[in-house]
């Protein structure tokens, strides 16, 4: 098979890489020197504090000085970063909320997908596999009042565990949509269900991981942003029940408060499942 046909770490990480360097958010803390100080004395410390305690030799440091330049090569920095990083910042950046938990972002959302009305079907192929998920529920503000006109942002895996625009051969906006919900704050999306999700094998954080003896997998998840007009954005995953890996996540992003309950589909094949956001005043 041809690299473009194939699904490989270098292709995601380097898409993904490229979606970071356009996202604009990489504007520079380089003015705040006193902070900058601080950060980057408290990392280097505990690099050398870890170095000088468990006496790591100069095997182990070229091994790791070769595959830092290999995280590099192969684009998996923002893997890197929202697997093993991203969920305390999340944790650090919410900690005041008093509405919905939310949970990291990830590698893989794109901003501006096509926006629908609710009810909506999200984009898919004529022959997307797997099983048909409704996915409905309301927006209200942490007083219980209702935000119409709300947008839910949605964006998953498919069942073979790859995400559009990341993964070669897959439609542009495929199982990806910006649904706006209706004057009750109500949203009703037909999407199908994602698979459990495992992180690139072949690339540098794959090696960790096989490394380490770890495992890569990610529990099956839907990825939102849902927002409102004078509300803070939330963005969240939620996750289903009995998923294997719903306890040992490789990115620690799952919470109680996000798991579904998943119903049988009152119409059609598939199945259902209801889930209401609250979101904070700004
Ligand atoms: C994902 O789909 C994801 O959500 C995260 C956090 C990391 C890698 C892939
Ligand atoms: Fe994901």
């Keep these: 098979m041809s690299t473009e046909t194939t699904a490989s770490a270098a292709a995601s990480g380097n898409a993904a890489t490229d979606r970071f360097r356009q996202s604009g958010k ?11 100080n601080l950060l980057a004395s408290k990392l280097i410390k505990a690099a050398n504090d870890i170095v000088l305690e468990e006496r790591v030799s100069y095997d182990e440091f070229n091994a790791l000085k070769a595959w830092l330049i290999q995280v590099g090569e192969d684009g998996e920095w923002p893997l ?18 008093e509405g919905n938990k939310g949970s ?9 997908a096509p926006e629908k009305k609710s009810p909506a079907k999200i984009e898919m192929r004529d022959d997307e596999k797997g099983t048909p998920l409704l996915f409905q529920g309301q927006v209200r503000s942490t007083d219980g009042s209702p935000l119409s006109n709300a947008k839910v942002e949605l964006w998953h895996a498919d069942e073979d565990g790859f995400y559009s625009q990341f993964a070669p051969n897959i439609p542009e906006w495929n199982l990806r949509g910006s649904f706006i919900a209706d004057e009750e704050g109500n949203f009703h ?17 794959g090696q960790l991981i096989a490394a380490a003896g770890w495992h890569a997998w990610r529990p099956a998840h ?10 803070e954005l939330l963005t969240a995953q939620l996750y289903f029940p009995g998923d294997a890996h719903n306890d040992d996540d490789i990115a620690t992003a799952v919470k109680p408060e996000l798991l579904l309950e998943i119903k049988p589909a009152t119409e059609g094949s598939g199945v259902q499942t209801t889930y209401d956001f609250v979101l904070d005043p700004e």
């Design 189 to 205: 999306i037909d999407t199908m269900q994602p698979a459990p999700y495992q992180i690139p094998t072949d690339g540098a954080c």
């Design 104 to 112: 990291i972002e990830g590698p893989y959302y794109i901003p501006e």
């Design 26 to 36: 990489t504007t520079s803390i380089a003015a705040d020197v006193e902070r900058v």
């Design 80 to 97: 890197f970063m929202d697997v093993w990083l991203e969920h305390s910042v999340e944790e650090v950046a919410t900690d005041h909320r």
């Design 222 to 231: 839907l990825h939102l942003k849902v927002s409102a007009p004078g509300h």
